[in-house]
């Protein structure tokens, strides 16, 4: 089981999927794509809780990634 987690102005928002489901993968990596071109930064989380590591491409194996949004200047 795989879960997205992406934080916003209101906290953060988990989506779950499933690996063995193709089509849970599919809208997994459509919310990833849709997501990093919006400007979010995709970060799997380790579970150890060690440092995470940055995502270009979307990986199903990834057991939590973390969308952190685009920092806005002032």
Known sequence: MGIQIV??????????????????VALAKERF?????????AVALAP???????????DAKTERTLFIPRLKGG
């Open 33 to 41: 794509d849709e997501l990093t071109k919006r400007g979010y930064r």
């Open 48 to 58: 150890s809780g060690d440092q995470g590591e940055l995502l270009d491409t979307f």
């Open 7 to 24: 934080m916003d102005r209101n906290g953060d928002t988990r989506r779950q999927f499933d690996i063995n489901d193709a089509q849970s």
